[in-house]
């Protein structure tokens, strides 16, 4: 049984920092996991995600230069760490995993993902 939970959310003022961790269980070797975000009222939105067999990282842009993923294939854990935040960030985030080599063009694409966490909320007033 596939299970990936997210831990971290939390309410913040702006320009402070989250850091999020998702442990994923039941099997290994996800080959892509990262974090996606849904705002109220909009679609599911790819944040930061490591793709492909060699590490890539993509971000989205709005994110890019505040948010950092990190990886620990030997705990098959994924951490993201938040700074700067502003209200535009304000959404559920949930944490994502493939058990396929997802091409880095989809690789911040919500149907490219099978495995879902059970999502966090982050608050930025």
């Known amino acids: 049984h596939v299970q990936l939970v997210e831990s971290g959310g939390g309410s913040v003022q702006a320009g402070g920092s989250l850091r999020f961790i998702c442990a994923a269980s039941?099997?290994?070797?996800?080959?892509?996991m990262g974090w996606f975000r849904q705002a109220p009222g909009k679609e599911r939105e790819g944040v930061a995600v490591?793709?492909?067999?060699?590490?890539?990282?993509r971000y989205a842009a709005s994110v890019q230069g505040r948010f950092t993923i990190s990886r620990d294939n030997a705990k098959n854990t994924v951490e993201l760490q938040m700074n700067s935040l502003n209200a535009e960030d304000t959404a559920m985030y949930y944490c994502?995993?493939?058990?396929?080599?997802?091409?880095?063009?989809?690789?911040?694409?919500?149907?490219?993902?099978?495995?879902w966490g059970q999502g966090t909320q982050v608050t930025v007033s």
């Open positions: 994502a995993a493939a058990d396929y080599a997802v091409s880095p063009s989809r690789s911040l694409e919500v149907r490219s993902y099978r495995f």
């Open positions: 039941g099997r290994t070797g996800y080959y892509c």
């Open positions: 490591f793709s492909g067999g060699a590490g890539n990282i």
